[in-house]
């Protein structure tokens, strides 16, 4: 674990809230950490980890208040939330909760959270604390960050299968196209070519998350998404693919140019492909950014080889201008659309494989979301 803080500088009032956000690794933690038997014994450990942070119980005065933290000589009280671990569907249950009660700051306490999950938290105002190293509280005269060592993880707890990725991600995907369509269990597993064991197991774990209501019992019992926005999120963090990656440089005037040649010439050669990534982005919501260069999805049964000169490119190690990608199956070409003539990933992994690019992708995928997917 290492902290983002910075050193106290004379003369001179820090830029975050207050002096207490100030603090290095030399402090020393508090000996001991005050609690009653509203906070969770895992919860306890999880807060002493934490560096000058001491914790007090709520008075009982308020039932809302849980605890009382302490840090630098500053105080807030807060309700107290514990998992075992929060991924971006709870991270959207505690948002909903934290909205109906403005008035008093919420603060997570889990084992483990997800990346995505801290994020959503962390835009929502809730505080967070877990026991992989990560820590951001943000409050009145308070400003403590932690970040946990990359990678870092406890054993998990329960379950959460299945994952979203692989054909259990198509499954979210077909949910995702139709948030406002109530399903049948068979009927989803047909939109996603699925199985039937397969589609409610899904359906079962995202009741579970609180994504999904059911209506109705026997066989007419049907599955509505309630939270998409949810969905979404959970999806993408959990979708990551590990593509081979064939890096090639095409002949072309301009980016849009060699977009139209990439995809005529797999489509030619008969190999389905899905443009992605900015390049796909720029056909359904275009962004004010150089496209410089073009990622394709493409049949994970095709040879490397074959694809380069299915669509005239030479094979570089540097200097590309096309990128095509395959996955362990044809997962990642499921619902793409017709663009210009030219095949595009559906808009969920468009925003997906925006995430995960380094080339201000997360700005594209806001762009995109905000523009095509609505939620």
């Not at 938290?121 to 990359?150: C, F, K, T, Y």
């Not at 990622?295 to 570089?316: C, K």
């Not at 395959?326 to 017709?338: H, I, M, S, V």
């Amino acid at each position: 674990m290492f902290l983002e803080a910075a050193a106290p500088v004379a003369g001179r009032r820090p830029e975050c809230l207050s002096e207490s956000c100030i603090f290095t690794t030399a402090m020393k933690r508090p000996e001991t950490v005050k609690h009653g038997t509203r906070l969770e014994a895992r919860a306890l450990r999880i807060l002493r980890a934490v560096p000058g942070l001491v914790v007090e119980p709520g008075t009982g005065r308020d039932r809302r208040v849980d605890a009382e933290l302490r840090f630098g000589g500053r105080r807030a009280r807060v309700a107290v939330e514990c998992k075992a671990r929060a991924n971006a569907a709870t991270a959207w249950q505690l948002v909903q909760y934290a909205q109906g009660h403005r008035d008093i700051p919420v603060l997570l306490i889990a084992d483990e959270t997800t990346t995505e999950a801290r994020e959503i938290l962390r835009e929502s105002g809730i505080a967070v604390i877990d026991g992989i190293g990560n820590a951001h509280v943000e409050l009145p005269g308070m400003l403590i960050h932690l970040a946990g060592q990359p990678g870092a993880r406890r054993r998990a707890r329960g379950t959460t299968t299945p994952r979203l990725r692989g054909r259990a991600g198509v499954v979210a995907q077909a949910l995702l196209l139709h948030p406002e369509r109530a399903w049948q269990v068979q009927g989803l597993a047909q939109a996603a070519r699925a199985s039937v064991g397969l589609a409610h197991g899904v359906l079962a774990r995202l009741e579970r998350e609180g994504v999904v209501a059911v209506e109705g019992t026997g066989p007419k019992r049907l599955r509505r998404v309630t939270k998409p926005t949810a969905l979404l999120d959970l999806w993408a963090e959990e979708q990551a693919e590990r593509p081979l990656r064939t890096l090639g440089y095409l002949l072309g005037q301009t980016p849009r140019q060699v977009i139209e040649r990439l995809g005529a010439g797999l489509g030619k050669a008969g190999i389905d492909y899905a443009l992605t990534g900015p390049a796909g982005a720029a056909l359904v919501a275009p962004f004010a950014t150089a496209v410089p260069v073009a990622d394709a999805w493409v049949s994970a049964s095709a040879a490397p080889e074959e694809l380069l000169r299915a669509v005239g490119a030479d094979l570089v190690t540097d200097g590309h201008n096309v990128v095509l990608l395959q996955g362990k199956d044809d997962t990642p070409l499921e619902f793409r659309e017709k663009k210009d003539d030219v095949s595009v990933a559906n808009r969920f992994r468009l925003y997906a494989d925006l995430l995960a690019d380094p080339r201000r992708g997360r700005e594209q995928a806001r762009h995109l979301r905000q523009e095509v997917i609505g939620f």
